[in-house]
């Protein structure tokens, strides 16, 4: 598909399936949309010359990792207002300590309208 659009989108989950889901529904918006497994792959993307516009990250990458990046070293690199959490529970419950400033997307069978519709408006507020 081709990119319409300037913004590069993030996708770091451990679910192969959600991760394939998510890039197919926000690259129809337009979004370039890259994959991330692990939180690895996650810094790795964040220091390339051009690094994405928007993570959309989900928690438990962060729970079931053998490394010990803490999420608040991710906002080092990344404004909270470029991250979306996008996982299971409440954002109280989150395995990890979250940024202020970081929105939370609940996963369940309709999340994928609001994280559409919170990937464009988190665009829109950090367009330069």
Same mark, same amino acid.
């Given at each position: 598909?081709?990119?319409?659009? +300037? %913004?590069?989108? @993030?996708?770091?989950?451990?679910?192969? %399936?959600?991760?394939?889901?998510?890039?197919?529904?926000?690259?129809?918006?337009? %979004?370039?949309?890259?994959?991330? *497994? *692990?939180?690895?792959?996650? $810094? +790795?993307?964040? $220091?390339?010359?051009?690094?994405?516009? @928007? $993570?959309?990250?989900?928690?438990?990458?962060?729970? %079931?990792?053998?490394?010990?990046?803490?999420?608040?070293?991710?906002?080092?690199?990344?404004?909270? *207002? *470029?991250?979306?959490?996008?996982?299971?529970?409440? $954002?109280?419950?989150?395995?990890?300590?979250?940024?202020?400033?970081?929105?939370?997307?609940?996963?369940?069978?309709?999340?994928?309208?609001?994280?559409?519709?919170?990937?464009?408006?988190? @665009?829109?507020?950090?367009?330069?």
């Amino acid at each position: 598909m081709r990119c319409v659009n +300037k %913004y590069t989108i @993030l996708i770091a989950d451990r679910n192969p %399936y959600v991760r394939k889901f998510l890039k197919r529904e926000l690259a129809k918006e337009g %979004y370039q949309v890259i994959l991330a *497994s *692990s939180i690895r792959e996650v $810094f +790795k993307f964040m $220091f390339t010359k051009r690094p994405p516009d @928007l $993570f959309v990250i989900d928690p438990e990458l962060f729970a %079931y990792t053998k490394e010990t990046l803490p999420f608040t070293s991710l906002q080092e690199r990344v404004p909270a *207002s *470029s991250i979306i959490v996008h996982g299971f529970g409440h $954002f109280n419950d989150l395995p990890i300590e979250v940024p202020r400033g970081t929105v939370f997307v609940e996963k369940d069978g309709e999340s994928i309208e609001r994280l559409r519709q919170l990937v464009k408006r988190k @665009l829109k507020e950090t367009r330069v």
